[in-house]
């Protein structure tokens, strides 16, 4: 068996803390050394719930021998330069999406990552949550004959949102995070869609309208909807929004094949075919915990691909063609 990955959690925020922190602590082949975060209140009710130690200065993350990969989990404006230097010391990233701000700085992080002969791995763990994976084995065994068409829908509450990112946080910053929260939230669909179809979106047109919301503290609520058309021909829509309350909270995936069958992923757990028996059939989907958007997934690829030297299942490439589509909503506001 080969030794185990040691691995530093960097940003004890929103995903570091809920999804890599313990995702990390179970996962067979990896030792979580350290977990860092710059505030210390953060941190240190973390590194006492999971028994891990924790820093607040990345510098000794980096000086760390027993730690061979970092997983940045800090906000996007950050990604750049933190991952430049663990790649200079030799360290294997995964990184969080957005990877960076502009096309330009993702492209010198693969460059670095290539020459340092490290992974780079980018955070597009939609493609490894079990509701998803089980839509295209469906797809795959032709239950809908070959997909046409596709709306995918992401409502976020209003209130979570501004609980996640209030306004003035780093999430509200476009010049230095790369956009509004609608772009950084659009990018792990985007990828899925490219996935589930292993098909390229040729085109694509987004419409935005952003409301301020004075009862949560003025965050803009955003309805932000692209219409999008794949190279081998399915047409789709996409609407991401945050403007609703808990109730209407929701995740939509659906997928209209040429049989006249249709399938509807909904939320993480639950997939419903309209086929050819008289009722709509239900398939419960399995997904506990850090489970169940993909986040153990990833995370755990992440570690059998440093320990095996294997080459990862989703790539720079993928980050820098979704973030090419996502970016294009963005380019009016700046
Ligand atoms: N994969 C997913 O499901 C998912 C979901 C939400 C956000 N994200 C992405 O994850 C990243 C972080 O988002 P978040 O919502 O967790 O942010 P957050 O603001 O909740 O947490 C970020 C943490 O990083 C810390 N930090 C900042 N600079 C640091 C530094 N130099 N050293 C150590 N700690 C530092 C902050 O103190 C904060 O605690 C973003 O890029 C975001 O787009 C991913």
């Known amino acids: 068996m080969p030794d185990n990955v040691g691995i530093a959690v960097v940003g ?18 990896s030792d979580l050394v350290v977990i860092c975060d710059k505030i210390e209140t953060r941190v240190k009710p973390l590194s006492e719930k999971y028994g891990v130690k924790y820093c607040l200065d990345y510098e000794e993350v980096l000086k760390d021998p027993r730690v061979e990969a970092v997983v940045l ?4 404006p ?11 010391k030799g360290k294997h990233v995964l990184c969080e999406m957005p990877l960076a701000p502009t096309i330009e700085q993702i492209r010198k992080m693969k460059k670095a990552a290539e020459k340092s002969k490290v992974l780079l791995l980018p955070d597009l763990n939609y493609r490894f949550a079990p509701i998803y994976i089980k839509t295209k084995e469906m797809i795959q065994e032709s239950v809908i004959g070959t997909p046409i068409a596709v709306h995918y829908r992401e409502f976020i509450p209003a209130a979570a949102l501004a609980e ?15 956009g509004y929260p609608d772009f950084t939230l659009s990018v792990w669909a985007i990828d899925m869609l490219r996935w589930l179809f292993a098909d390229e979106i040729v085109d694509v047109e987004w419409m935005s309208n952003y409301t301020p919301l004075k009862q949560f503290g003025g965050i803009l609520g955003y309805n932000t909807m692209g219409l999008i058309k794949f190279e081998k021909g399915v047409a789709g829509s996409l609407h991401y929004g945050a403007t609703v309350n808990q109730l209407a909270s929701t995740s939509r995936l659906e997928v209209y094949g040429d049989n006249t069958n249709v399938l509807h992923a909904v939320w993480n757990n639950k997939i419903v075919l309209f086929g050819s028996d008289p009722e709509p059939k239900e398939i419960p989907v399995e997904a506990k915990g850090t489970r169940m958007w993909g986040h153990y997934q990833i995370d755990n690829h992440f570690v059998e691909c440093i320990q095996q030297n294997r080459k990862p299942l989703v790539t720079v490439e993928d980050a820098i063609r979704t973030q090419e589509i996502a970016q294009k909503m963005v380019k009016n506001l700046k």
């Open 164 to 178: 996640q990112w209030p306004a003035g946080s780093w999430a509200w910053d476009i010049k230095r995070s790369g």
């Open 73 to 76: 989990a800090v906000p996007t």
């Open 12 to 29: 004890a925020g929103f995903v570091g803390g809920q999804a890599h922190v313990p995702a990390f602590k179970k996962i067979p082949g």
């Open 78 to 88: 950050f990604h750049f330069d933190l991952a430049m230097k663990a790649i200079e």
